[in-house]
């Protein structure tokens, strides 16, 4: 399972840094050519919007994969000291059906697309193919967040930064 979530890991920060690069080329090249020949490239936008996308989406796991994702801590004091794990463990279960329920929702969403022959508007490619990204971010998620609830000592140990409301900037370690 270990090597699993590490597999993921590395899957993510990879897929991010070809994201990050796609959008930051796509954005400094059209700005050049607006700059020195007076118009943008076609289609720079949108190469920028992918790799945003991309980017985004798979940046939520890495977060999650060193326990520094954003969670609200509103109910922590309702729940008795001895259940924290228990808890804690429901949680990465709940979270995992969520990001399953959202991957299944994107599956249908592309092969609807498919089944359309959904194009994008200007580069005409495959809408489908997009929304794989949706697919598989989604699922890399829900696999991380079951073995989090199924190995409580595979969690990650990080600062979770918490919700405004609870007047409090950081968190000790992950729960």
Do not use: K
Not at 84 to 99: P, S
Not at 128 to 143: E, P, R, T
Request: aromatic share 10%; net charge neutral.
């Amino acid at each position: 399972m270990s090597a699993l979530l590490t597999l993921i890991g590395t899957t993510e920060r990879w897929l991010c840094v070809v994201g990050f690069a796609v959008m930051a080329a796509a954005l400094v090249a059209d700005v050049g050519a607006r700059l020195f020949l007076g118009h943008g490239i076609v289609g720079a936008p949108q190469f920028g919007l992918v790799g945003m996308l991309v980017t985004a989406l798979f940046g939520v796991g890495l977060a999650a994969d060193r326990g520094e994702h954003f969670r609200p801590q509103v109910l922590d004091r309702f729940v008795p000291a001895g259940l924290e794990r228990a808890v804690v463990g429901f949680g990465h279960a709940l979270t995992a059906a969520f990001f399953v329920l959202l991957m299944v929702l994107s599956i249908r969403v592309a092969r609807e697309s498919a089944q359309l022959e959904d194009v994008t508007a200007l580069l005409r490619w495959p809408v489908w193919v997009l929304q794989l990204v949706f697919v598989l971010a989604f699922g890399f998620n829900a696999v991380r967040y079951l073995i989090f609830a199924a190995v409580p000592r595979l969690r990650p140990e990080g600062n979770i930064v918490t919700s405004a409301a609870d007047g409090d900037d950081t968190a000790g370690a992950s729960r």
